[in-house]
């Protein structure tokens, strides 16, 4: 079973898609949009990628607060997952993501990957982190697991 991650941001959706054997986190694209609430394309771009990869499930990050609690950006991946849901007539869950774009940064750091040229990456790897997390825990465990209700 194919797992897509997402990594929602303003303006980006970073993807990762894991093997066939839902045990590896792959980064995929990031894909652009000209603003918070231009959902359509982003939309139509992830239902061509659950085709092309046959993905039965999508796992998008949580931004929580430090201390657990959610705020804006929270609420926001929450809107996004509830209408992608609906969008994709998959089942899709929140998964913890806390702290994965400093980890994206700090790989790419680490990597060599110039500053200028991480945020080409960040996004995708952050989304790849996100995956790789439910995919080592999500599926027998709940610890990351978060509330669906959206």
């Known amino acids: 079973m194919r797992v897509m991650g ?5 303006t ?3 993807v990762a898609i894991s093997d066939s054997m839902g045990i590896t986190a792959q980064p995929v694209e990031t894909i652009h949009r000209k603003g918070e609430n231009k959902r359509r394309q982003t939309y139509a771009r992830i239902r061509e990628l659950v085709g092309e ?3 039965e499930r999508i796992v998008v990050g ?3 607060h430090m201390n657990g609690e959610a705020g804006e950006r929270a609420e926001k991946s929450r809107e996004f997952a509830h209408e992608l849901e609906q969008k994709v007539n ?3 869950e929140m998964w913890d993501e806390r702290l994965t774009t400093r980890a994206a940064t700090d790989v790419l750091t680490q990597g060599g990957v110039s500053a200028s040229r991480q945020k080409d990456y960040v996004d995708k ?8 997390g439910y ?3 999500g599926a027998n465990k709940n610890a990351g697991r ?5």
């Open 90 to 92: 998959l089942p899709v």
């Open 135 to 137: 995919l080592e825990q």
């Open 146 to 150: 978060t509330d669906n209700s959206y």
């Open 6 to 10: 997402l990594d929602y941001g303003r």
């Open 125 to 132: 790897i952050a989304a790849s982190l996100i995956l790789q």
């Open 12 to 14: 980006t959706v970073g």
């Open 62 to 64: 949580l931004p929580l």
């Open 53 to 55: 990869y046959r993905v």
